[in-house]
C-alpha cells in the first residue's frame, strides 16, 4: 500500500486529505469522510486507517478527507464547499490521473451526510 498522508487540497488548514493506494494503477477511488457531527472527527480515526487497509488490499484507492467544521467557526456551507473541493482535487490527482476514472463518494455519519449532499444536490460537484 502506497500513502501520500496530509496532502494539501484547499487553502484552510483542514483542508488536507490522505491517500491510501494500491501498488497497481488502474484503480476505482473511494472517497471518504469522516463523521462526527461537524464538530469532531479526523480522516486519520483508527476505524478509517482500518476500512482503508481492507479496501485496499481489493484494489481500490481509500482517500479520507478532513474539512472545515463548527469548532473551527465553519458556517453551512463551509464544510460543504471543502468536500465539493476535496472530491474534484481526488478526480483530477487520484481518479482520472492515476485510477480508472471512477469514483464513489461515501462517509459515516456526518461524512454520510455530506456524501449525500455532494451526490443529490448537483450544485456541490457541477463541473466535476
Known amino acids: 500500500m502506497r500513502l501520500e498522508k496530509d496532502v494539501v487540497y484547499g487553502q484552510y488548514e483542514q483542508c488536507v486529505l490522505d491517500a491510501y493506494l494500491p501498488q497497481s494503477n488502474g484503480f476505482t477511488t473511494i472517497v471518504y ?3 462526527g457531527g461537524l464538530v469532531a472527527g479526523d ?42 473541493q476535496a472530491v474534484a482535487f481526488i478526480k483530477e490527482n487520484y ?4 485510477g ?21 444536490d448537483k450544485q456541490w460537484l457541477a463541473g466535476v
Open 43 to 84: 480522516k486519520a480515526d483508527k476505524n478509517n486507517l482500518e476500512l482503508a487497509e481492507a479496501l485496499v488490499k481489493e484494489g481500490y484507492a481509500f482517500v479520507s478527507a478532513n474539512y472545515r467544521m463548527y469548532i473551527h467557526d465553519a458556517k453551512y456551507p463551509a464544510f460543504l464547499e471543502d468536500a465539493a
Open 33 to 35: 469522510f469522516h463523521g
Open 95 to 98: 481518479a482520472d490521473k492515476l
Open 100 to 120: 480508472n476514472g471512477k469514483m464513489l463518494i461515501s462517509g459515516q455519519s456526518a461524512g454520510a451526510w455530506l456524501s449525500a449532499m455532494l451526490c443529490m
